[in-house]
């Protein structure tokens, strides 16, 4: 959810693959022994290398924050200048077209790029579903935490940004089939890699959150039982930053763009600690959104999973992640009959329970 400073080195490729490799599982619904035992062996030669891993240096720390924070005040720059948007209906056109909302700080799904473009893999997606299934829309973008109030109070037709089904959302929130299979991990420094193991193990620690995220509600859920702070940050960037100064331990953070992310190069001492929390179960998912019981809106959700249908036959699905997630696993994409998965997790009753 930003976009990429310089290349990174060889060095740092290197460790990308690595991590990637251990974390291919994170991104699936289901494991299979093998895939556990070859990450639990990898894992325990990551903790061994994370062990020397050494603190940034306070110079370092100074220069990471000037190019965050430049990269931030690029952003806020564009949309200075008003939301960015994109829409496939011709000027002259008078039919029906839909208003759907997305993030602006959401790489690689949605985000502005260097030339002050909207784009990312929600943005293209949305643009071939639109070609297939014949639906004229504008899609437009904004901070993510009015988003979703926007669209149950009928201000957006829809939205599309990444949005993960939760019980919460599901009272004003109608979703789509599935388009993406993601998971929430932890990143942290990489000397914590051998001390954390799960969740749990966070009393007393401070945790960096993106405001209005599932990162935020599982946080926010569990902070009382388990003790720990939660701080809330407008976007990855500077929530990523805030753990590389060491202003908070650790950070939720959906899987993709938390690799998206590091390999911008400028967090040299942070890494995936836990690429996907245990029973976070269907929430993993990314779906479209529009309003509970709204004829109108019903046409849309309806069009939107005809044409989902469509580009993941056509091929067009997959072309449109590789082109952001050039190495993202066969087991991110979803299958043309996946179903709209709407029941509570684990996670999502231990965290009501504990409220």
Known sequence: MGKKASSPSTTYYNWRSQLCSAALFCLGLALSPHALAATAATAATDATNASAATEPSASEKEQVAAKVMARQEAMQQVLAQGSKCVSNAPDDYNGKVWQIGTDNAFAPFAFIDAQGELKGIDVDLLAKI?????????????????????????????????????????????????????AVAVVAAKSEQSQLQSIQQVMGKTVAVKAGTLGEDIANGLKEARQFTVKSYPNS?????????????FLLEDYPVAVYELTSGLYSNLMIVIPRLPNVGNSESYHFVVAKDNKESQQLLQAFNEGLEKVIVNGDYKAVVAKYLPEAPASVFVSGNAPVEVKATAAEKEAAAVQ
């Open 237 to 249: 960037m500077a929530s990523m930053l805030a753990v590389f100064q060491g202003e908070a331990d």
């Open 130 to 182: 639109a070609e297939n299934a014949g639906f004229k829309y504008r899609m437009c973008s904004q901070d993510f935490a009015p988003l979703l109030p926007a669209v149950a109070a009928g201000k957006l037709d829809g939205a599309m940004a990444g949005i993960s089904y939760t019980v919460p959302r599901a009272q004003t929130l109608e979703f789509s089939k599935r388009y993406y299979n993601s």
